[in-house]
Nanobody
Framework: QVQLVESGGGVVQPGDSLRLSCAAS????????MGWYRQAPGKERDLVAT???????NYADSVKGRFTVSSDNAKNTVYLQMNSLKPEDTAVYYC?????????WGQGTQVTVSS
């Protein structure tokens, strides 16, 4: 099993930046892939970015060039640096870990972008 704890959400203005953190309860070397998803009110949960244990990274088209996913293996933590935030980025952001056939989710952290 993997426990995931997200942090770093908040209320910001358009154009601002935020960095989300996801701390895993085990070494991320043992996790096939970790990712960030988001869910806006009334919408489905969508992929934002993923990073595999081998370092392969994938982004949703809507965040390319603005968001950066990274990992700190020593801290068992994955980050999502979000720049140039837009109102449409408002959502609950969830951390995800894929281990073998299983997927684990964090509790989510709210990001609100509003003027």
């Amino acid at each position: 099993q993997v426990q995931l704890v997200e942090s770093g959400g908040g209320v910001v203005q358009p154009g601002d930046s935020l960095r989300l953190s996801c701390a895993a309860s085990r070494s991320i070397f043992s996790i096939n892939a970790m990712g960030w998803y988001r869910q806006a009110p009334g919408k489905e949960r969508d992929l934002v970015a993923t990073i595999t244990s081998g370092g392969r990274i994938n982004y949703a088209d809507s965040v390319k060039g603005r968001f950066t996913v990274s990992s700190d293996n020593a801290k068992n933590t994955v980050y999502l640096q979000m720049n140039s935030l837009k109102p449409e980025d408002t959502a609950v952001y969830y951390c995800n870990a894929h281990v073998g056939l299983y997927m684990y989710w964090g509790q989510g952290t709210q990001v609100t972008v509003s003027s």
